[in-house]
């Protein structure tokens, strides 16, 4: 009897992580790994300013509109087309929320969803070829 239970339960925990690897990210991943490639950006661009023209650059595209990288959410990410790819990655297209202070903009982006040796995912834009 204690063998056939510890063959159920190794089964089921084997069938749990099994199952949890095939999983693609979940919603939240996603939302974080775009949100984290649209902050890693803005903040090339202002360490690229501030390089070229120090604090006042920075403050410069501030008051023309460009916000601070913190201040950047993804919101309401749905997916559009996704393709599992061979080596566990995704190819998707996404439409989400770009909310700044200054208010909010839907787009629609193509990504290569990378799964990395940490456990986390990372967003790749890409255009998708036609062919």
Not at 104 to 110: F, I, K, N, P, V
Request: aromatic share 4%; glycine share 6%.
């Amino acid at each position: 009897m204690y063998t056939r239970r510890l063959l159920v339960a190794t089964l089921v925990a084997l069938f749990a992580l099994t199952a949890g690897c095939a999983r693609g990210p979940s919603g939240d991943d996603l939302r974080a790994a775009i949100q984290a490639n649209v902050r890693s950006d803005l903040s090339k661009v202002d360490s690229l300013a501030s390089t070229l023209g120090g604090d006042s650059a920075v403050h410069l595209l501030r008051a023309l509109g460009s916000p601070d990288p913190k201040d950047v959410r993804v919101e309401h990410v749905t997916v559009l087309e996704q393709q599992r790819l061979d080596d566990g990655d995704y190819d998707m297209r996404v439409r989400y929320d770009l909310v700044t202070p200054n208010g909010s903009d839907t787009l629609t982006r193509d990504l290569l969803l990378e799964h990395r040796d940490d456990g986390h995912w990372r967003a790749v834009p890409h255009e998708q070829s036609d062919s």
